[in-house]
């Protein structure tokens, strides 16, 4: 079921898919699997190593993504404050999540409900045209930064977060 997606994410000019277990579980097998068929469709590939058992499901993520795509979104984000149950963030995280966000807004007039939410589709032409400086975490930050300076248009939709299991680290 998901090459169809990859080959269209390719299609509408996705180039680089994220392959993590922080909204919808899979196991170490399936994540690879997921690796692959991504590759084998020509999409660049990152992820995130840990595991946070959710209720989103896979389905419903990309179903409201390629809705904002198909509305004019150029980058998708999917925002975990409001739907965070309870221990999915650290002490002072989500705190710090919310005061980071009224600095941008004050400083660039960036309005968004997660500023580091690792939850993105982008569109080949925002990636095309937004080179990345940052390495770490902080390239959330540069790519909402670099999408509201070029005026690309970005969506943000819920998603369930929930605590990590299996001693990952965020």
């Not at 904002?68 to 705190?95: N, Y």
């Not at 400083?107 to 925002?126: E, K, N, P, Q």
């Not at 970005?154 to 990952?168: A, C, K, M």
């Amino acid at each position: 079921a998901l090459m169809p997606f990859f080959r269209e994410a390719r299609r509408v000019g996705i180039d680089v898919v994220e392959i993590s277990d922080n909204y919808v579980t899979l196991d170490r097998e399936e994540r690879f699997r997921q690796i692959g068929l991504a590759r084998d469709a020509g999409l660049g590939v990152f992820g995130e190593i840990g595991s946070k058992h959710g209720h989103t499901d896979a389905d419903f993520l990309l179903a409201q993504a390629e809705d904002c795509f198909a509305a004019g979104a150029e980058m998708v984000i999917g925002t975990r404050l409001q739907g965070a149950k309870d221990g999915a963030s650290p002490m002072g995280h989500s705190w710090g999540n919310r005061l980071f966000i009224a600095v941008v807004r004050v400083l660039f007039g960036i309005r968004t409900l997660d500023l580091f939410s690792g939850y993105r589709a982008m569109t080949r032409r925002l990636v095309q045209q937004s080179p990345l400086l940052a390495q770490g975490f902080e390239i959330e930050t540069e790519l909402s930064v670099q999408a509201f300076v070029k005026r690309f248009r970005v969506e943000e939709v819920p998603v369930v977060y929930s605590p990590r299991t299996g001693g990952g680290a965020s």
